[in-house]
């Protein structure tokens, strides 16, 4: 789903999106998440959310910015699908001004 989710981001924010060896520059994001348990009858997760844009030929990284995410639920599945569209939205919103945040530097 993370996937996706940037590829529609970058889509959505005016850039190619190309998934082979051709490209500049390479925008990886990750998500990593943390089970918190239950409190109160709700399972709780956290995220970070981190996007790194990194040169191809060099190596070098160009920038990176990161996120915290919290979300609960009826289930441990529940609150990671709503971490996973709290990110997915996080992305639409944020994606273009970081990549030109990135390229300014």
Do not use: C, H, P
């Not at 005016?14 to 998440?33: K, P, Q, Y």
């Not at 920038?63 to 971490?83: F, L, P, T, Y």
Request: net charge positive; proline share 0%.
């Amino acid at each position: 789903m993370l996937f996706r989710s940037v590829q529609g981001a970058l889509t959505g924010a005016g850039f190619r999106v190309n998934v082979d060896d051709t490209s500049e520059f390479i925008l990886d994001v990750r998500l990593n998440l943390e089970d918190l348990g239950i409190r109160d009858n709700w399972y709780w997760s956290r995220g970070v959310l981190k996007m790194t844009l990194r040169e191809r030929a060099s190596g070098r990284d160009r920038g990176s910015v990161s996120w915290a995410i919290k979300a609960s639920g009826r289930s441990n599945s529940d609150a990671e699908q709503r971490i996973a569209e709290k990110s997915d939205s996080l992305l639409k919103r944020q994606v273009r001004a970081s990549i030109v945040k990135f390229a300014t530097r």
